[in-house]
Every structure is written in C-alpha cells, then in structure tokens.
C-alpha cells in the first residue's frame, strides 16, 4: 500500500492519456508549426533584403554608367541629354527611397529574431518530445515546457504572417510519386519567388521605367 502525501508536500499526480496527447499535439503540431514558419519568414525577409540590395546596386551601377557616357559624349543633343538627365533623376530617387524604406523596416533584424525565437522554440519542442518518451513522464516538466513556450511567443514581440505559415506548409508536402513532390518543389518556390517580387515591386517597377526611357538611346545600340 503506497503512502499518502504529507501535509505540505508537493505531489504532482501522474499525467492521464488526455493530458499526454495535449502535450504531443502541442509538439508536434503547435510548437513545430510555428518554428517551421519562423524559419520560414526569417528566410523570405533575408531574401527580400537581398532583392532590395541587388536593385539597389543595379540602380547604383546605372548612375555611373550614365555619369560615364555624359563625360565621354559631351557633344550629346538635348533629347539625349534630357533622357539621361531623367535615368540619373529616377535612379537617385529611387535609391534614396529604397534605403529609407528599408531602413524602416528593418528585415535583418526581423529576420534575426525570428531566427532566434525558432531554434529556441526548437529546443522547447525537443525537450517536450524527450519528456514524451520517458517511461514516466513528469507533469511539472510538460507545464514548465508549455509555459515556456508561452513566455517566448510574449517576448519575441514579433510574429510570422499567415502567408509563412502557407509556404512552410508548402515547403512540407510530401507524396509517395516523385514527380508529385517535384510540382511541391516548384509551387514552393514560385511561391517564395511571387512573395519577394511584391515584397520589392517599387524597385522593379522602377528598373522596368529607366529600361523604358532608355530604349531609344544611341548607346543602346537598340536602332
């Protein structure tokens, strides 16, 4: 016969099945649904901060290029020389605003705390997992573990969108046909791809408007 509990002692009783399968759906689907997302939106801003910088450059490249030709052809007409006076107007503006764009939102940083807050949520989820599997496991361990999962989500301050969220779903699909699991590949990644373009549609718009006014320059060799 076991003996009761003292008065003032702590006794934690033993978790009941429903309790053990609260804690494996918060694993394995809460908690790894929302690092798989983090991961996620960690990756696309870095990718969107790379587009940005990668215009950025290009417009950078523009202006040199259009500072060169004016000093090597001073004996320009006006109709070309006001065309590259436009290029040189809309790369500045553009750059200038990019830069202030960016520098707003941050996305490196955003992208470090999202990263972060996804591996520490993957230890949260691991040791829930171990704590799973061990031939008694605790009560105190698995409420410890879910409260800490909580305080993380509270002290990030910064959350993935719902959008993320889809394309790690994506990212997840899998089929037993191969070919299956390469149209998952390539919806995965069109999706990635369509998420960065409208992430830096300002700055493609803008090549897409210099490449316009530039067309019918003599250097481009076009006519």
């Not at 590259?84 to 940083?109: H, P």
């Not at 993320?164 to 037993?176: E, L, Q, T, V, W």
């Not at 700055?203 to 003599?218: D, F, K, R």
Request: without cysteine; proline residues 5%.
């Amino acid at each position: 016969m076991s003996t009761p509990p003292s008065i003032g002692s702590t006794f934690t009783p033993p978790p009941t099945p429903g309790t053990l399968g609260y804690y494996d759906y918060l694993a394995k689907h809460v908690i790894m649904g929302t690092r798989g997302a983090r991961f996620t939106a960690a990756r696309l801003l870095l990718l969107k901060e790379r587009a940005s910088l990668l215009i950025q450059t290009v417009l950078a490249v523009l202006l040199v290029w259009v500072s060169v030709i004016v000093l090597a052809n001073p004996d320009f007409d006006a109709k070309v020389t006001q065309q590259l006076a436009i290029v040189s107007i809309i790369a500045s503006v553009a750059i200038l605003a990019i830069t202030l764009f960016e520098y707003a939102l941050g996305r490196g940083l955003l992208a470090a705390k999202l990263h972060d807050s996804s591996l520490r949520a993957t230890a949260i989820m691991r040791k829930i997992e171990r704590e799973l599997v061990n031939p008694q496991p605790s009560l105190a361990v698995l409420q410890a573990a879910a409260e800490e999962y909580e305080q993380e989500n509270i002290l990030t301050n910064v959350n993935h969108s719902s959008v993320d969220f889809a394309i790690y779903k994506f990212s997840r699909s899998k089929s037993d046909r191969e070919f299956v699991n390469l149209l998952y590949r390539v919806r995965s990644i069109a999706a990635q791809g369509m998420v960065v373009a409208l992430a830096v549609w300002p700055g493609l718009l803008t090549l897409l408007v210099i490449v316009t006014q530039s067309w019918g320059l003599p250097f481009f060799n076009v006519r």
